[in-house]
Nanobody, 123 residues
């Protein structure tokens, strides 16, 4: 069992930056593909980014490509999401998730989820 905990959310003005962290307890994250998803208010949860277990491969939704960067530090058992040039439409609850499968955008492939952290971008 993997327990994931997100942190780093908050209120930021459009154009600003935030860095989200996802830590784990129970097991090491180094053998998991990790993903970030988000759920905007009144909308369905959507894929944001994913990273392979080694960190060599990363994947992004078109809406965040070039602005967000996913990374991981397996020694620290932590995954990060650096978010730059934030827009009001990035406002959402952000979730990290762990998968034993290859990197994927599909939520159903991720077995473990954190409780989420709120990101609010003001205009």
């Amino acid at each position: 069992q993997v327990q994931l905990v997100e942190s780093g959310g908050g209120l930021v003005q459009a154009g600003g930056s935030l860095r989200l962290s996802c830590g784990a307890s129970g097991r090491t994250l180094s053998t998991y593909v990790m993903g970030w998803f988000r759920q905007p208010p009144g909308k369905e949860r959507e894929f944001v980014a994913a990273i392979s277990w080694s960190g060599d491969s990363t994947y992004y939704a078109d809406s965040v490509k070039g602005r967000f960067t996913i990374s991981r530090d397996n020694a620290e058992n932590t995954v990060y999401l650096q978010m730059n040039s934030l827009k009001t439409e990035d406002t959402a609850v952000y979730y990290c998730a762990a998968s034993v499968r290859v990197p994927t955008t599909r939520m159903g492939e991720y077995a473990y989820w954190g409780q989420g952290t709120q990101v609010t971008v003001s205009s």
